[in-house]
């Protein structure tokens, strides 16, 4: 059975930092990971992800320099680094799996998603 599960949001003011984390059962080789995020009344949006094979990864221009993804492969796990964090990131956050070749900041290309974790960001 595939879960994805989400951990690590929280509430927290402009200016902090919180490390999400996506712990994978059922998957992860094979697999790109990405990061996305929806906040009340906005359709999706592409956060992050990182390619299983060359480890690449790829950073929404809203938050680069800001968020770092990562993967640790013998943990089948992914992280989300997120550093200066602006009341604009709140939102709830899902992480997701993928193998097709679809272009890798689309959701819709992905195939295993999480439950999501709220993140809130208070100015």
């Known amino acids: 059975q595939v879960q994805l599960v989400e951990s690590g949001g929280g509430l927290v003011q402009a200016g902090d930092s919180l490390k999400l984390s996506c712990a994978t059962s059922?998957?992860?080789?094979?697999?790109?990971m990405g990061w996305f995020r929806q906040a009340p009344g906005n359709e999706r949006e592409f956060v992050a992800a990182?390619?299983?094979?060359?480890?690449?990864?790829y950073t929404a221009d809203s938050v680069k320099g800001r968020f770092t993804i990562s993967r640790d492969n013998a943990k089948m796990t992914m992280y989300l680094q997120m550093n200066n964090l602006k009341p604009e990131d709140t939102a709830v956050y899902y992480c997701a799996a993928r193998r097709g070749v679809a272009p890798i900041t689309v959701g819709r290309g992905y195939d295993y998603w999480g439950q999501g974790t709220q993140v809130t960001v208070s100015s």
């Open positions: 059922g998957i992860f080789s094979g697999y790109d």
């Open positions: 990182v390619r299983w094979g060359s480890g690449a990864t």
